[in-house]
């Protein structure tokens, strides 16, 4: 059954959405501003609708494996300190639907910048036309339908060149100021950014609010859909960790080279754009972020989360955001 279903799907975007080019910057970096006011954006995301995105209601916790470096996808519930700047982003489809993915904000001079995963922000429909996700949503340390690090809506997403293909598809993001006037990042905090990580950097951690679970690295999973982590419903963060120096490969769609990191994990849709990091404390919540999730694949008979390296592109885009966003 397994094998079938290997052949039927590699791999999959993990918000199952797929994306085309926008306009270009002269500096080679995409920019998008979003039109909505700020105000409208808060009045649609009631506390309603964010209990009810892709929510499955109540499930047992699993219990957290003995050793956090070794986790193939655990909630992470009295596990370490909170990751600092990680939470949860919500948005709207082209289509109309409420969804979700994991960002992370990071260290920039402005403290207003996340990162995340271009396919959750892109799409292309029916027509054959690009189309952006809208009223977009980030809720630090978002648990069970709420907020405690506030509410920030989204000014613009900047992305470097091939971000709209799943070989560079990390995105970054400015969110404005909350209702107190306070920046994401002096509330929530920063994580550390790098875009030369090589492969064999580790050990490694992700995070993601997955809204179920990736169990067999294909969309959907195959009845009864409970195969790995019952808990996954998008109201809780949940990470995957392992000790290994040498990961995974991960081979984007109609390609045979391996240009992304992968891990035993079975997080899926909803962690797409939650951070690959290395050198994380479990005692103070912080680390260096070096990839952003991606997809799922079947490797060695399991499921594992790919992520996309940050790379010298994505610093361009990182810097040009980070040095713009002092003059908004």
Known sequence: MLAKLQQISRAVSLAGICCYAPGVLAAGVFEHVYAEAPDAVLAYWTDEKLLAVNDKGDA????????????????????????????????????GQDASCTATVVESASRDVLVTAMHCLHALSAQGAGEWSSHLLFLP???????????????RL????????????????QARANSDGDSVGDIAGQQAIRFDAP????????????????????????????????????QRLA???TQRTVLNGCKAFGSDVDREWGMPCVQGPGSSGGPAMIDFDFGTGRGTVVGTNNMGV??????????NALDDAGREAFEYISRTSLAH
């Open 141 to 155: 340390a978002f648990r069970d339908g709420t907020g405690p690090q506030g509410r920030y809506t989204i000014r």
């Open 239 to 241: 990470y995957c960790a």
């Open 199 to 234: 492969p064999t950097a580790g050990p490694r951690i992700t995070f993601g609010y997955p809204v179920w679970a990736n169990a067999y690295g294909i969309l959907p999973p195959p009845p009864p859909y409970e195969l790995a982590n019952p808990e996954y419903s998008g």
């Open 158 to 173: 900047v992305a470097p060149p091939g971000a709209l293909e799943f070989e560079r598809d990390g995105a970054f993001l």
């Open 60 to 95: 047992p916790l699993k219990p957290p494996v003995p050793d956090p470096l070794n986790s193939d996808g655990d909630a992470w519930e009295g596990t370490g300190a909170w990751p600092a700047g990680v939470g949860r982003l919500f948005f709207v489809r082209p289509g």
């Open 298 to 307: 079947i490797v060695d008979e399991r499921a594992n989360l790919c992520a």
